[in-house]
């Protein structure tokens, strides 16, 4: 039973882990585009002598861009959020199956001490039908 539930924590470890190395993806991929994007601020122009609605046009493109940049920094937040979480649990689960490899180990131990005490008993009992026979 100890066995079960300590294969169980491990795989629940195992699972949170894949949790984690998705959403630390996720962040990456976030930080890529919020680059991106701000590249794309910084070098998007108009002509030189291009008319003035072209800088208008620069305007409302420049702030869609920053907006879309704050709502991938919001997501990012989340995503951070949710990543602690995680981390947390996984220090639980791993406290957890610590536990479960620590009574599994004394439950190996407690069966080794029986069988050698078997043995020993056994041994004992030969020894003194020898001598009795003796």
């Known amino acids: ?69 704050g709502k991938l920094e919001n997501e990012k937040i989340s995503l951070h959020s949710q990543l602690e979480v995680i981390v947390k649990e996984i220090i639980e689960l791993q406290k957890e199956t610590e536990q479960y490899k620590y009574m599994l180990d004394e439950q190996k131990q407690e069966e080794l001490r029986r069988v050698l005490l078997l043995e020993e008993e056994a041994s004992n009992e030969y020894m003194q039908s020898k001598y009795n026979q003796g």
């Open 1 to 69: 039973m100890i066995e079960k539930l300590y294969n169980l924590k491990k795989t629940q470890t195992d699972q949170k882990m894949m949790q984690k190395g998705q959403i630390m993806i996720k962040i990456n991929h976030l930080d890529d585009e919020i680059m991106f994007t701000q590249n794309k601020i910084t070098t998007t122009s108009v002509q030189k002598y291009g008319a003035i609605s072209d800088f208008a046009v620069l305007a409302i493109h420049r702030n869609t861009m920053k907006a879309h940049i």
